[in-house]
């Protein structure tokens, strides 16, 4: 599979990849940068709301902090 | 009815596991690319589809910018067949997605503004300042520009984003309408009716619409940097 990957794909676009695309790659890293810091403030912010949470109804009562993190169905 | 208007704009899951890959991967499989020389006629059609639109796109660009034709093609392509795909009932339109817009309008703009960096360095520089500009105001119009430059990825992005999913919700919105006043008032549901046949034609005029115009402003911005 991995052959006629190449011999059908790589083979035919790899000027396209190699070349022509370069500043659309470059493009690709920036765009996954962003994502990278959209996902990460996110989880920043939901991990401080379980702490404030759980400082606000009692020190004493440690709930586990995976029970405030809400799986987001449209999250990627 | 609140939860059912938007929850065609959910991410599909099948058994826990999103499909999402499955359903941006379908409309590829309408295009078949047969290494024949003389054609079904499915294929022929579509060959002579991309190579009039092709042909009217790339008659601006230069040869630095026909390299992009199969990009450009491929764009147009698949954000024209999602769109329309999407207009079938309770199917999943993966251009409602904002991050998905995103994700094709940001690395297409980054390319073609680092190409013109790359390549024509003063050119683009020079674009931050339109000619004839009074002196006083040259300060101000470099950061309007720069502005304008970041913004245009996003307005690519919530253009597209904006219209499908506003479509989606006014034919949501009007069907269900039609269905509530078919037990009160029947003329009123056959005057319904009718709009929503309307709007339907509209959205698949949308739904192309929008294709080009994000494939045209990509093209542009292209054009402008090569």
Redesign the interface.
Known sequence: MLQSLIKNVWIPMKP?YTQ??Q??W???G??SV?VYKIRSADKRSKALKGKIFASSNGGERKTPSHLFRTRC??A? | MNENLFASFTTPMMMGVPIVVLIIIFPSILFPSPNRLINNRLATVQQWLIQLVSKHMLSIHNYKGQTWALMLMSLILFIGSTNLLGLLPHSFTPTTQLSMNLGMAIPLWAGTVVMGFRHKTKASLAHFLPQGTPLPLIPMLVIIETISLFIQPVALAVRLTANITAGHLLIHLIGGATLVLMNINPVTALITFIILILLTILELAVALIQAYVFTLLVSLYLHDNT
């Open positions: 396209y022509v695309y500043e659309i470059l493009g690709m920036l765009m962003i169905v449209t990627y």
